[in-house]
């Protein structure tokens, strides 16, 4: 089924990963997307790293088992003292399956999460040195994720000190088979290395995250849960593919209690289990070798996630293109809204008639960010639970549950020109910036440049062009792929073809301007490899990956 004889020493994936890409039918995307792949933090992902009260860590113990743990400190636990280096000041928990395990040139895997904002950003690399403090970590690879599938949680630190109670077995006890069915999140870790020096090689650990129930207790030696489609590396798929042995981390965000699972997984691709899971690519499970249970290991305390901050009122729908509409939404008790930020997001949930419990998706905000209501524009995906019900059933006054607006876009300061790039569906959050920057106070150079395949798959067109006409600051360029016979040259788009950085090279002065791209992940890739080679530096481009919806 896989061909494993991809060899390729230059590809930032390991032939597990690129079989499983190839197996998917997203190689091709995936070797554009390795571009993303850097061999150092951005400065944007070490000051993420820095800011975080807790890091998620995979290693392997003395058996050359993964596990995953949780580590924790006070603010300042984690510096950045180069781009290619973290040092940790924090030690697993007494009891914690990677207790004493760091040694120098030990493969790790490191996720940094923000549950309140969904933000998360990886590395894996190694061990550099080890003290009685915590561990130095030389970076291999560090990258961004998406922010799907996070459930969002406030965090606290608790004054009473940590238990040191560890409880270990083989199977798991009924009370952990509980916690295990009624939870939402965990994370994975796993790992592949073979003889040679490769970058893609080393330890990997990866958030999962559901409705409650989404990981199934098939026994007191099997947990099962659905895989979906993510940013299409495939790392922990392809780490199992050639090596089987998988760690589950599981957190009691109550009580600051960890559940370690470590073992062998399996992964079945086809079968018709798979098919109970709507939109799941494969069915994981985990044979349970040995589980170590650490009540009240943490500090660190979550508040219960936000499950609906209030009900909204939906009070318009507008078609904005052939596959995008947009949903209008107010307080149902007439009340103000919490403000928002451009580039933000709301998450949200659906009563959705045949599905069982609530459907949760988060959504870019497109309107101005003055407004007093909230407007988010979905794409209809082919398959898509959520999107296909928000296209086809609400009307005018259904009601939906909805946290505050989270997540967002830094923008550099007001004093340098900006160049807003997106294609596709990836237009929803620039429109909403773009209201922003056209409420700025200051006369600095906007350029909205932006790709469709033609004048029916342009959302927010008039929009768009009336911002651009009433603000003389703001310029406009528009590329459709394949322009309709009634596509009006110099109305309705400035030129056919597709957005490159050549010609953001043209139209703007790129050597003082700043870049925000918001589109498809291939888009991105190509878009950064360009003004890479354009000589733009990397603190000057902001990437916002933009897929379907959870």
């Known amino acids: 089924m896989f061909d494993l004889h991809d060899a390729d020493g230059t590809s930032s994936f390991h032939k597990g990963e690129r079989a499983i890409q190839n197996i998917q039918g997203v190689g091709a995307t995936a070797k554009r997307l390795g571009k993303f792949i850097r061999d150092h933090m951005p400065e944007q992902h070490r000051e993420f790293f820095v800011q975080q009260p807790f890091l998620v860590v995979s290693a392997r113990d003395g058996q050359g088992r993964p596990w995953a743990t949780l580590l924790e400190g006070d603010d300042g636990f984690v510096t950045s003292p180069s781009a290619s280096a973290l040092n940790i000041r924090s030690r697993p928990a007494q009891g914690d399956a990677l207790e004493g395990v760091f040694s120098p040139g030990a493969d790790v895997g490191i996720l940094g999460i923000e549950l309140a904002t969904r933000r998360r950003n990886r590395v894996n690399g190694r061990v550099d040195d080890v003290d009685d403090g915590g561990i130095s970590f030389k970076v291999d690879q560090s990258f961004g994720n998406c922010p799907q599938y996070i459930r969002e949680r406030e965090i606290r630190r608790s004054p009473n000190k940590p238990s040191g109670v560890s409880l270990k077995g083989a199977r798991l006890t009924p009370a952990q088979a509980e916690w295990i069915a009624t939870a939402d999140t965990f994370f994975i870790a796993s790992g592949y290395r073979e003889k040679g020096e490769n970058a893609a090689y080393g330890m990997d650990v990866s958030h999962r995250g559901g409705e409650r129930g989404f990981v199934e207790v098939l026994s007191d030696r099997q947990v099962r849960f659905p895989d979906y489609a993510g940013n299409n590396f495939y790392n922990t798929i392809g780490n199992i593919l050639l090596d089987p042995r998988a760690g589950f981390l599981f957190i009691d965000f109550a009580s600051g209690s960890l559940l370690q699972l470590t073992g062998k997984a399996h992964i079945d691709w086809d079968s018709d289990e ?14 349970i070798e040995e589980v170590i249970e650490l009540p009240e290991a943490l500090r660190l305390r979550w508040d219960a996630d936000a499950d609906a901050a209030r009900q909204l009122r939906l009070v318009d729908r507008k078609r904005e293109s052939a596959d995008v509409v947009s949903l209008t939404f107010e307080a149902r008790d007439g009340g103000p809204l919490a403000p928002f930020a451009a580039g933000q997001h709301l998450p949200i949930e659906l009563a959705i008639p045949g599905i069982a419990g609530k459907v949760r998706r988060s959504y870019s905000l497109s309107g101005d960010p003055e407004d007093d209501r909230y407007r988010i524009s979905v794409k209809k995906e082919p398959g898509g639970l959520a999107s296909g019900f928000l296209h086809e059933g609400p009307a005018p006054g259904m009601m939906i549950s909805a946290s ?116 498809p992940v291939g888009f991105l890739a190509d878009l950064k490899a360009g003004l890479d080679a354009l000589g733009v530096p990397e603190e000057r481009v902001h990437i916002e990956s933009f897929g379907p919806a959870g």
């Open 274 to 287: 798979v098919t109970r899971f709507p939109g799941a690519r494969q069915l994981v499970t985990l044979e």
């Open 404 to 519: 505050n607006p989270s997540g967002g876009i830094d923008l550099p300061g007001s004093n340098v020109p900006l160049v807003l790039v997106s294609a596709g569906v990836g237009i929803t959050p620039m429109v909403s910036l773009l209201h922003a920057l056209a409420r700025e106070k200051v006369d600095r150079p906007v350029w909205f440049v932006h790709g469709a395949r033609d004048g029916d798959h342009h959302p927010f067109a008039v929009e768009v062009k009336q911002l651009a006409e009433t603000n003389s600051n703001i310029g406009l360029h528009r590329l459709f792929s394949r322009p309709l016979e009634t596509d009006r040259l110099g109305h309705d788009f400035e030129g056919p073809g597709r957005i490159s950085a050549e010609l953001l090279g043209e139209l703007v002065p790129h050597d003082r301007a700043h870049f925000v791209l918001c589109g």
